[in-house]
């Protein structure tokens, strides 16, 4: 008998055994299942529904709720639910109320072992008579993201007088706390969502901002024309040829023309065909196929796709290959192409503004430009004049760069010297706009005070032997042209006080009214308001 019943309890602690594993490996099972559905994918309702239907089925769950609280801490809101739920019912509750609202407001868990003897119990989001069949148990775990509490998980058991109740109340808290992480991990998405979001809507608006034709600097009649051309053809959709020497910023009229379109808040794409070997350029306008060629270990969009819904910007255009220009003149007419290596046909849906500095009609008569792709590119031509051309337009040009390069270099640079004004008008700028910007960068980082003075600019405006601007002067004339310039700006310093002036370039006031005189200045042109010259 003994021996028998020995027999009959070690049967019992291997049956109980085997239970206690056998519920150990539930929960490891529910953990990792939790964990992947929580970090499977960026929908976070959809996470959490997964969250519930793998504590129903591993855990029996009759129904359970994961309820957070709104921004401004006003309710507390059933986000998601598993099991019978009220149709068209928002399940909500205050600070406090009910056993979600104490939960989230204590932070601690509340076990009620049966539910039909909670007075609590508010049953707001749960259709309960389709649990009516069995006396029910419910567990509230608090959801807490860096010790504050966010929001409950509750969950509906069927009773059972043996469940361990604080195991139970323990393990659940633990799903709690990843369903916590995934909350911190959502806020921090949402929230880098947001910057980026914001940074972009900011870069956007102040490239708008930037290349908004107002801004192009120059009221000259050739520049006055370029405007009103501009304005014509930005809300359209047509194709634009800008045509101009080099460094004339036809760059900055075809941003221009983007960002005072319909098509503004899509891409603007940049492609300088003369920058891309022909081996390269037409995989990357329309993109390539993985295996293509060697190195070409994965696809990749061309310019065409990443400009879809914006503009496609193709600066040197005639300096694109003979073959390059029959797939591009393929995309102008029937608005599809392939990558290189591929066989599937992509539509587009793309601006094209294109650029050159070249004569395309000696091109076409040399054989080097498609008749053809000539027409359908040359739809609307825009004509951008050379800074010689625009000569009135130059002061306001120098003050603009002067004014850019002198808060870039830290500088407080308030004007250029008439003498150095006279040396900018008077040299042709073969580099035009590009080779002004360089010319006041320079004399701006060289500039020791406050004023750009002759010498400060680059040696080719000074000498200008190479560029048919030279002009024969003797040391005599150059020396008594810079004396002059420092008298004028010493004046215009002082508002006309010869005084003043005098001390400004440490000399007498004998010496420096014998110089006025010699060179003929009228320092009452400086007054303000016709105050005293002395």
């Known amino acids: ?214 801004n192009i600097i120059g009221t000259s009649g050739p520049m006055r024309q370029v405007y009103e051309q501009i304005a014509q053809v930005a809300r359209s959709n047509t194709t634009v040829l800008l045509r101009g020497e080099s460094g004339t910023g036809k760059e900055l009229i075809a941003h221009a023309i983007h960002y005072n379109s319909t098509r503004a808040k899509r891409p603007f794409i940049k492609v300088n065909c003369a920058a891309l070997p022909e081996s390269l350029i037409e995989s990357e306008l329309f993109g390539y196929e993985k295996g293509a060629f060697t190195g070409a270990t994965a696809s990749k969009k061309g310019r065409f796709e990443l400009a879809a819904g914006g503009t496609l910007f193709l600066d040197e255009i005639g300096e694109l290959s003979l073959p390059t220009q029959v797939k591009l003149l393929r995309v102008l007419q029937a608005h599809e192409f392939e990558r290189v290596g591929g066989t599937e046909t992509i539509r587009t849906n793309v601006r094209i503004i294109t650029a050159t500095h070249k004569d395309l009609e000696k091109a076409i008569g040399a054989g080097t430009f498609r008749e053809d792709l000539y027409y359908r590119l040359n739809v609307f031509s825009i004509f951008v004049p050379p800074l010689r051309d625009r000569k009135p337009d130059l002061p306001l040009l120098a003050d603009h760069f002067l004014e850019v390069f002198s808060r870039e270099h830290g500088k407080t640079i308030k004007r250029i010297a008439t003498p150095a004004i006279d040396m900018l008008m008077s040299y042709h700028w073969p580099g035009n706009v590009r080779e002004l910007t360089n010319a006041l960068e320079r004399a701006v980082v060289v500039c020791d005070g406050n004023v750009i003075h002759a010498h400060h600019l680059p040696p080719t405006l000074q000498t200008a032997e190479s560029t048919g601007t030279v002009s024969h002067v003797s040391l005599g004339d150059a020396m008594e042209a810079y004396e002059k310039d420092l008298l004028l700006d010493a004046l215009k310093s002082t508002h006309g006080v010869r005084s003043k002036a005098a001390r400004l370039l440490q000399t007498t006031d004998r010496i420096f009214n014998y110089k006025v005189r010699k060179y003929g200045i009228d320092y009452r042109r400086f007054r303000d308001g016709g105050g005293a010259g002395r």
């Not at 393990?171 to 709690?176: M, N, R, S």
């Open 1 to 214: 008998m003994g021996s028998s019943a020995a027999s009959s309890g070690h049967i019992s602690h291997s049956s109980s055994e085997r239970t206690t594993s056998a519920g150990e490996i539930r929960k490891l099972t529910t953990l990792l299942e939790v964990s992947q559905a929580l970090s499977g994918t960026l929908d976070f309702k959809a996470a959490l529904h997964r969250v519930l239907e793998i504590l129903s089925r591993h855990h029996g769950a009759l129904r359970s709720t994961v309820a957070l609280l709104e921004e401004g801490e006003r309710d507390i809101v059933v986000e998601v639910a598993n099991g019978p739920v009220r149709a068209g019912v928002r399940a909500a509750y205050k600070m406090g109320e009910g056993i979600t609202g104490r939960v989230v407001q204590s932070g601690k868990p509340m076990v009620v072992p049966r539910v039909s003897q909670e007075p609590l119990f508010l049953s707001r989001a749960a259709d309960r008579p389709e649990l009516s069949r069995h006396e029910l148990s419910y567990i509230s775990v608090p959801i807490s993201v860096q010790r504050k509490t966010v929001g409950a998980l509750g969950v509906d058991l069927e009773y059972r007088a043996e469940r361990d109740y604080d195991r139970t109340a323990k393990f659940l808290g633990i799903v709690a706390s990843m369903v916590a992480q995934a909350i911190t991990l959502q806020d921090l998405v949402e929230s880098e969502r947001k910057r980026l979001l914001d940074e972009n809507t900011h870069l956007r608006q102040e490239l708008k901002e930037r290349y908004d034709f107002s």
